[in-house]
């Protein structure tokens, strides 16, 4: 499985930007797709993920009610909608694939995800 993320960028404090990660090879064990993101001298945090068989979505806190994750399985794409953007979310953002269905815990742990896409910068300006 490989995992293309695109989208970053830079962006003022208040705006939207939209990240993509588009999944090819045996992406039928993808069985959650997740988004972390990590800050300059910061651990890997979890953001956002989807559960493919139920369409479940889950958030980070510090992200409810202003990102959205989304999935188009026809281009087999998975979005991170990014809205109301803070200087707080200035971090490198990567998608992941996990291959066994996780409980809500699991999915914030990056141990249970196998596959990882190479990262996209967002920076957000005051």
């Known amino acids: 499985v490989q995992l293309q993320a695109s989208g970053g960028g830079l962006v003022q404090a208040g705006g939207s930007l939209r990240l993509s990660c588009a999944a090819s090879?045996?992406?039928?064990?993808?069985?959650?797709m997740g988004w972390f993101r990590q800050a300059p001298g910061k651990e890997r945090e979890f953001v956002a993920a989807?559960?493919?068989?139920?369409?479940?979505?889950f958030y980070a806190d510090s992200v409810k009610g202003r990102f959205t994750i989304s999935r188009d399985n026809a281009k087999n794409t998975v979005y991170l909608q990014m809205n109301s953007l803070k200087p707080e979310d200035t971090a490198v953002y990567y998608c992941?694939?996990?291959?066994?269905?996780?409980?809500?815990?699991?999915?914030?742990?990056?141990?249970?995800?196998?596959?990882w896409g190479q990262g996209t910068l967002v920076t957000v300006s005051s």
């Open positions: 992941a694939a996990a291959t066994k269905n996780l409980i809500k815990s699991s999915m914030l742990a990056t141990r249970y995800y196998t596959y």
């Open positions: 090879g045996r992406i039928f064990n993808n069985r959650v």
């Open positions: 989807l559960r493919r068989d139920s369409g479940n979505t």
